[in-house]
């Protein structure tokens, strides 16, 4: 125990404030500190197929985005009530904000959840076709972290059309 005495008032010392450092001054740093961001995480949402649209029963009207360049299969559904996203194999849904700016066939542009939230906006003077009921326009869809740093980002086709 006397041998470990003199590294304990050592590691005291370290821990003790920084000359001339206010109260002020280490509020300040640890308020800093609790409320850095971590750096944002990108994903890379699945086409949403047959199977998930069964299995889960995500059959409803809506808005289906389509990225650029990202094949035929939807990679976010936008409902009435959710928005689904497939991350990892895994469905991941998301709440309707019904504050946020309506889409055709019951969908909304903005949609929050645990982890992401999401925003699927058209685009200002892009491509948009009505055909019957279905609506087809160039779309924007961006995915945010709980930090709201974006992971997503990308522009595509938007079809809406009832279910």
């Not at 936008?78 to 689904?84: F, I």
Request: net charge neutral; aromatic share 4%.
């Amino acid at each position: 125990m006397r041998r470990l005495l003199p590294l304990m008032i050592l590691a005291l010392a370290a821990c003790s404030d920084k000359p001339g450092q206010s109260d002020e001054e280490a509020i300040a740093q640890v308020k800093a500190a609790q409320n850095a961001r971590p750096p944002a995480k990108p994903i890379d949402p699945q086409p949403i197929g047959y199977f998930d649209i069964r299995d889960n029963k995500l059959i409803a009207a809506g808005c289906n985005f389509v990225a650029d360049g990202g094949g035929m299969g939807a990679t976010a559904l936008a409902q009435g009530e959710r928005a689904v996203i497939k991350l990892d194999g895994k469905i991941v849904v998301l709440a309707a904000d019904k504050g946020s700016a309506r889409l055709p066939q019951e969908a909304w542009s903005r949609y929050s959840g645990k982890e992401y939230a999401l925003s699927l906006t058209r685009i200002e003077g892009g491509k948009s076709i009505v055909n019957g009921a279905v609506e087809m326009f160039d779309a924007h869809l961006t995915i945010t972290d709980p930090h709201d740093q974006v992971v997503y980002d990308s522009k595509g086709s938007a079809q809406c059309k009832p279910m």
